[in-house]
């Protein structure tokens, strides 16, 4: 691995991650996080702004080598609502928040590549370092676009990186195009007449139609679309009725819709609530149904994503890095970044024994921190020679 840039110590690297991972903050509530994050890179002497997303913050250096080209890095910060089980001498002193997805160990990749790079900028153009806020379910990238992150820096390029259990440390994966998927969340409620269980033509089923409906949601998915794309419906809570013997007014059904091609997702979308409508009019009931839109698929620009493992087959060696996985049905709003500027988001091996994402189990594998800060600096002075 490329050593000709110092990064931080390990000690230090190691006390920043933990000292986030021990207090976690979630959606547009890192105030802790992000003070701490601007304190560190005012103190290595960055230009630094604030309030970005609220809680966002941003970084800009430039190059000793003159002008050039400016691009983006980009880390998540914020945490999730997991009650922590790790038991680690660093654990959550948050009850019912917790790290659960490696965003601490991300914040620590950046911020040391940032340390890394203010020692030896040996780099023409610019480096713009974007900590954001709230990836997780509301769409805190979303937000920094439209308060105007791309028109107060402007940045040619942006890239992100994000750990993945499963892999080893010291291994790769970069795809050329999809990485992510889009995926969508819904709240649907059926309204009938409830009725004694014993005469129940004395109402409207709302239980068995919610049933049927489920069963009715699967075929769209596997009959709809085509075998060389991938969707997936999920039907995550059904809440209806307190006792054994009414059959309720109404049942709640929650969940998401997820794929990769927006004009799939379109289609999908229209046949979902096709399906409602027909199965209320059928069953003789009323609805509400909330469709939100939540992500849009997370989609590599090729050529930098053939960049990016180039830097990385320098770093890890080319039998380390995987090209073109199958890409994850989760969700990630770097996308909404990509659907601004060209770019590309990576995974970084957490572990193959790793606990998987959002397990409460899970933790940051520290191995991770010196590789994911050096691919950082490797790709700035890469990129901006």
């Known amino acids: 691995m490329n050593s ?12 920043w991650r933990h000292a986030f991972h021990r207090h976690p903050e979630t959606a547009f509530e890192e105030h802790r996080t992000s003070a701490r994050i601007a304190e560190l890179l005012r103190e290595w002497g960055l230009e630094v702004t604030t309030g970005i997303a609220g809680t966002g913050v941003v970084a800009v250096l430039d190059g000793r080598l003159g002008e050039g080209r400016c691009i983006g890095l980009r880390a998540d910060i914020d945490a999730l609502d997991v009650l ?13 928040k917790m790290h659960a997805c490696g965003h601490d160990g991300h914040t620590t990749m950046l911020l040391s590549a940032a340390w890394a790079l203010t020692q030896a900028p040996d780099f023409a153009g610019r480096v713009v370092f974007i900590f954001q806020p709230a990836e997780e379910n509301e769409g805190g990238g979303r937000v920094m676009v439209e308060e105007g992150l791309f028109e107060r820096f402007p940045m040619e390029a942006v890239y992100g990186v994000h750990n993945w259990p499963g892999m080893p440390v010291g291994t790769a994966a970069v795809h050329d195009t999809a990485v992510m998927a889009a995926f969508d969340i819904f709240t649907l409620t059926l309204t009938g007449k409830g009725c004694h269980a014993a005469m129940p033509h004395l109402g409207t089923d709302t ?16 009959r709809e679309t085509p075998t060389h794309q991938s969707a997936v419906l999920s039907i995550t809570r059904i809440h209806g009725g307190e006792t054994y013997n009414v059959i309720p007014e109404e049942v709640e059904l929650k969940g998401t819709l997820r794929c990769f091609d927006m004009a799939l997702k379109e289609h999908l979308e229209a046949r979902f609530k096709q399906a409602v409508a027909s199965l209320a009019e059928f069953h003789g009931l009323t609805f509400t149904l909330d469709y939100r839109r939540c992500y849009p698929a997370t ?46 988001y990576i995974w970084l091996g957490n572990g193959e024994d790793s606990a998987a994402l959002h397990s409460p189990h899970y933790d940051f594998n520290d191995a991770l921190l010196p590789i994911g800060a050096r691919y950082w600096v490797s790709l700035v002075t890469t990129l901006l020679a």
């Open 4 to 15: 000709s840039v110092a990064l931080p110590q390990d000690a230090d690297m190691r006390a």
């Open 84 to 96: 922590e089980q790790t038991a680690l001498d660093y654990a959550s002193q948050t009850p019912g």
């Open 207 to 222: 239980v068995l139609a919610a049933c049927q409906l489920v069963n009715q949601l699967q075929g769209v998915i596997s």
């Open 299 to 344: 989609i590599n620009t090729p050529e930098h994503a053939s960049a990016c493992a180039s830097v990385l087959e320098g770093l890890l060696g080319s039998e380390n890095v995987r090209r073109n996985p199958p890409p994850s049905m989760a969700s990630e709003d770097f996308s909404f970044l990509l659907e601004q500027r060209p770019g590309a």
